[in-house]
């Protein structure tokens, strides 16, 4: 049987306890797709990397998850694949910030005929709650790595 005192603490709003509530995480992304001809507004959880996002909700975005960026302390493998390039608008430019070297290198090797400023891979893009509202473009020229045996 619960105390008093732990009744009372349940009728309180989440918010008056001073706990986080999935609202208070949580961002709109938009994707527009560019073989799909369609525009997809999602949520997004702070913290989530873009590719996160638009797997979660079953977009067509492909790619691999990005691990730490390579250095000679972690090791890390970094990005590995080019599926998820995207285009970021350009109000969105300077909260997203530019590219690591090893996107931009895999960016520029892979994808050269479409790359734009504002491109990124969205493996490699964290959301922040000054992302809300965030649009991305999937260019039409992505390939698909996953139909190859």
Not at 131 to 136: A, T
């Amino acid at each position: 049987m619960l105390s008093r005192a732990a009744r009372a603490a349940w009728k309180t709003p989440v918010s008056t306890r001073g706990l986080a509530t999935v609202a208070e995480n949580t961002i709109n992304c938009t994707f527009i797709l560019g073989k799909q001809k369609k525009r997809v507004t999602v949520p997004g959880m702070v913290g989530w990397t873009l590719l996160d996002t638009a797997k979660h909700h079953r977009l067509p975005v492909h790619g691999c998850a990005s691990d730490a960026l390579w250095d000679y302390y972690t090791f890390g493998d970094g990005p590995s694949s080019i599926e998820d390039h995207v285009v970021i608008s350009k109000e969105f430019t300077d909260i997203v910030g530019p590219p690591q070297e090893q996107e931009l290198t895999l960016l520029t090797v892979s994808d050269y005929e479409n790359l734009t400023p504002t491109s990124r891979l969205a493996a490699c893009i964290k959301l922040t709650k000054e992302m809300d509202g965030l649009v991305v473009l999937v260019p039409e020229t992505n390939p698909d790595l996953t139909k190859y045996a």
